[in-house]
């Protein structure tokens, strides 16, 4: 039953998914019709000034094609965050998105890193992590699913690609497994089976003996 109150399909579920895919969308929109660029409020590692891009570099984009190819997986792995750990979903989007943006600043490049890819690879990792970890079915069954449609994004974590934050994806990517690691006995967890006895258990000794219990009372009156 508090498996099904759980995982239960409510409206709210949808809600940032839709506000965060929108609200990227709506300020790239900004930028471009003001012609505005917003490039240099992403994270600008070890720059006391670039620091400030580790809250807002998540909602920024360079062009068409990145904001495309980051908001479809971050609406999948939203809309799964919220479904499958929504008591601790504004935990991991929240915190996560705080630390990877600030891991960027500590070890990345100098250059600026803009994006929401390092959420898109934090949620891959938590999601993917959590499953493992917890071992719970549903859970080891969405983990496989994510890794089925996005396995291939592992490969971005690595300099292969020139003019891509390869740093935001793993520092993502490594915020993700801590969060599953923390969170790991929050929310649904494979339950350890627990031993009830039963009257057909009663019939045995300790020993694994049969004693029936007509037996068993006669025993008990002689030795008394």
Known sequence: MKENVQLKITKGIFLVPIVFVLGIWFIYWVEIYFSFNFNKYGVFPRDLLGLRGVFLTHFIHSDTKHLLNNSIPLFVL?????????????QVLLYGAIASGFLTWVFARESYHIGASGIVYLLFSFIFFSGMIRKHYRLVAVSLIVIFLYGSMIWYVFPIKDGMSWEGHLSGLLVGLSCAIFYRKKGLVQEEHQYTQTEFDLLFDEKGNYVP???EKESNAVSK
């Open 78 to 90: 939203l809309l799964s965050l919220f479904y499958f750990y929504k008591g601790i979903a504004y």
């Open 213 to 215: 219990k007509d037996i």
